[in-house]
């Protein structure tokens, strides 16, 4: 499919959106790529919790039991049938095997049952496109991404920074040579007895800590666009062993708000260096990391650039970002076959 450009008239549709590749069960209606009619998530955090990150096969039940009621919630809500949507986008991967393929046999169900096209969705897309969505009771749309732009995209799987040229024209200029950020964050939070997911109780931690408490190192890995956080991670491994060796009481909330002060260092340095080299003037950033509050602080207290970041509510999976991304997937004439198959390691570009 070609790339489309800044030029092209949108026309309408509605997408019913779906997402189930890791943890939360989601569907959504969005209007027009931007307008959120109906958005419904079933999360499996409580369910995961007790292990201290995702157990696949756990996923891909609890998906089986919620997709459904998820998907009609979502109609209820925008107060639509299926006859009133024009597509069905569908996260097609990356994520978890077993979980992508329950959202994507409801998707192919409801497009056989309905006659409605079927549409592939990379998930990393979706979090991009989570930057363009407002809630339709909105009076006032907030402005719309521009392009090029450069997406620092930072999950509980991914770090990577793209160049969007355009819609739908991505150009990948490195990611993390190990542990994705939010991986960091969980694991981390593992390491200071904190709850699941790692992130919001690192941040929630890190208001009552000094930040410059631990010097943590931060790997820049010069002429690269690549991430690495296994040595942040077991830097702060290191700290926790020699407090537990001493018996004194770990200093959690200086550890917490350490570590994150080095992961924000290392994002915020490195993409503000990037979109100087390429000269961009927009910087987006997605992906559930993008909740943490120091990191959205670091990058919107920077005048050089301009930044669009997801309301909080879009920053975690969602499928209000999957049927954006779907919509302009649909208006540039993508239709899937009924023999689409997931792509657990599917890269953007
Ligand atoms: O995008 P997402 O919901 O799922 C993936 O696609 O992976 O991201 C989940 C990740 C988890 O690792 C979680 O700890 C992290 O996002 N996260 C945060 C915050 N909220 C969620 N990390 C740092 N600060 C937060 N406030
Ligand atoms: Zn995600």
Redesign the pocket.
Known sequence: MEPMGEDVLYPPARILGIES??D?TAAAVVENGRVQLASVIASQIDLHAQYGGVFPEVASRQHILSIYPVVEQALYQAHLTLNDVDAIAVTRGPGLAGSLVVGMNMAKGLSLAADLPLIGVN?LEG?IYSAWVYPGDFTEPPPEPKFPLLALLV????TELNLVHGHLNYQRLGGTLDDAV??A??KVARLLNLSY????A??QAALEGNAEAFNFPRARLEGTWNFSFSGLKTAVLRVVREFEERKKPLPTEDLAASFQAAVVDTLTTKTLQAARTFAVENILVA???S???ALRTSFLSQSEFNVNIPSLTY???NAVMIASAGYFRYVGGQRDSLDLDVLPNWPLS
């Open positions: 590749s890791c939360e998930h979090h999950s509980g799987g991914h939010g991986e964050f969980d997911p790692g992130g919001p690192i941040q992906g559930g990391v909740a943490n509050r920053c975690t999976d």
